[in-house]
């Protein structure tokens, strides 16, 4: 059984579930309980070292021994049971519900397609590629916005293979979405040094050394299966993905490498409802002692939040959008801290039309942890710009991780950066040249736009017409954080 054949027969029956309004991701939901269920089966059953995970009157055999609404009833009550369970199986199953509404074909889903299959003995490698397959598949059902939660593919590894991931290493992202940057570290460690992992190397690689935290449920159980298929965490023990605001609170713990691509989107908010039932939002301003500055701004808290989760000499590579490296006020206050205190020292200029967010202009931000010291730890920041005159879409011209071997080869992973070659994309700039730019600004741009000065270089219609629809959906999400606040501003000073 190959993972292509396996994505195809369950993507397949996708298309019946659409047109009694079950989303994409919803069914990749779903299709996360049937397929921990079974396995849980297949554990209980297995000849040698059986091991009972979910109670018998909640198993997936009185999935296939009911039928008809008694399946529809036994399903509902199968999700709330395991619902209250504690771990990995609390994760996965927290606030889940039954969106499947036509019990004949929950009857198909759980014979024809999920229980054919002998899922434990298919290797993580095939099961694991299947279900990041199909989470892909999801993230581009644009209603149900769930490509916020996915970071391109192609991205996800060039940042790794940066960062180089060793099995000794502590890794989070706290936010980790459907944890594609954990399983990206966790591949590279097999890949990389597999034969020579210890037996107490892999013990702590799938329990504990790899964490995440997500704040919406959902993604959260997608992001525990998807560990779960690839090897990481056991069904019975302690979650790996913590359900909860990364923001809320300082780290309890420490880590040698964060890798992140935090959510999009300005601010933190709270939603009020007054007395005569309006709705508003209130932003919410994260104050903590270990910030060096209190703002709503949600990307600026989580470079703090990212600085604070490092040990020292530990190292982190963060997706930010561009208002992150100009915004005054904290913003300023921020990149000051991270330039003097930490050594910032890579930063990757992102395209637009790699996200399934359209408009998105983003950076690649890569930085370490020191010891305290009186001058600066930053010496240089080497910026490579992979914006100007390139062009993706998602769908045309999609981003793959070719085009990104030059930044890899340029950062030189591994190697003393000292070595470092400066190249028409690739530029250094001192500390005191960072420091002395207007609120040490580093939204630097030192290349040309050869479409604006070649009118042989223009791009072809659907690629203009698709960063026009960009630039668009961000002026209008910007137009609506406006009205937004204004409206929250006019509530506040009239409450009657």
């Not at 005191?432 to 040490?440: Q, T």
Request: glycine share 6%.
């Amino acid at each position: 059984m190959d993972s292509r054949r396996l994505v195809q027969k369950l993507w397949n029956y996708c298309d019946v579930l659409r047109d009694d309004g079950v989303s994409t991701i919803d069914y990749v939901e779903q299709l996360t309980f049937l397929l921990f269920l079974k396995m849980a089966d297949e554990r209980a059953n297995r000849p040698i070292r059986p091991e009972q995970i979910v109670p018998d009157e909640l198993s997936w055999q009185t999935l296939l021994d009911a039928e008809g609404k008694a399946l529809e009833m036994q399903y509902q009550h199968t999700l709330e049971g395991l619902a209250g369970k504690s771990g990995t199986l609390g994760t996965i199953f927290q606030k889940a519900r039954n969106k499947i509404q036509d019990p004949a074909k929950l009857k198909r889903l759980i014979v024809d397609l999920i229980d054919k299959e002998e899922w434990s003995s298919t290797g993580v490698d095939v099961k694991g590629d299947a279900y990041e397959e199909l989470l892909a598949k999801g993230a581009e059902d644009a209603k149900s916005g769930a490509g916020q939660y996915f970071t391109p593919r192609a991205l996800t590894a060039a940042m790794v293979d940066c960062m180089q991931p060793t099995p000794d290493d502590t890794i989070t992202d706290p936010a980790c979405g459907t944890g594609g940057f954990l399983l990206a570290a966790f591949d590279f460690i097999q890949r990389h040094h597999g034969s020579d992992l210890t037996s107490d190397q892999r013990r702590r690689l799938a329990n504990g050394a790899i964490t995440g935290t997500e704040l919406v449920d959902g993604t959260a159980r997608l992001a525990a299966m998807n560990m779960l298929l690839h090897g990481i965490g056991t069904p019975s023990g302690e979650s790996l993905i913590a359900i909860k605001d990364a923001l809320g609170k300082e780290p309890e713990r420490r880590y040698s490498l964060v890798l992140a691509n935090p959510p999009f989107g300005r601010s933190s908010s709270i939603r009020m409802v007054g007395e005569d039932g309006r709705s508003t939002r209130e932003e919410r301003e994260i104050e903590r002692n270990d910030f060096w500055a209190t703002t709503a701004n949600k990307q600026l808290n989580f470079v703090q939040h990212i600085a604070s989760l490092l040990e020292i000499d530990g190292r982190a590579a963060v997706v930010l959008p561009d208002n992150v490296l100009f915004e005054g006020g904290a913003g300023e206050t921020i990149r000051r801290r991270l330039l003097k205190h930490y050594d910032l020292h890579t930063m990757l200029r992102l395209p637009t039309g790699i996200f399934y967010a359209g408009g998105v202009k983003a950076n690649v931000l890569f930085f370490e942890r020191k010891r305290a010291r009186e001058e600066p730890w930053t010496q240089k920041l080497w910026v490579y710009d992979f914006r100007t005159n390139q062009h993706f879409t998602l769908k045309q011209n999609p981003l793959r991780r070719e085009h990104l071997q030059d930044f890899v080869d340029c950062y030189l992973p591994g190697k003393d950066r000292a070595e470092r070659v400066e190249t028409e994309r690739f530029r250094a700039f001192s500390y005191e040249e960072l420091i002395a730019r207007d609120k040490v600004n580093l939204d630097i741009t030192w290349l040309k736009d050869t479409s604006l000065e070649d009118a042989d270089a223009l791009l072809p219609p659907e690629i203009i017409a698709q960063e026009i629809v960009e630039d668009l959906e961000a002026a209008l999400r910007e137009f609506a954080a406006i009205a937004e606040a204004l409206t929250t501003s006019k509530v506040q000073q009239n409450p009657s």
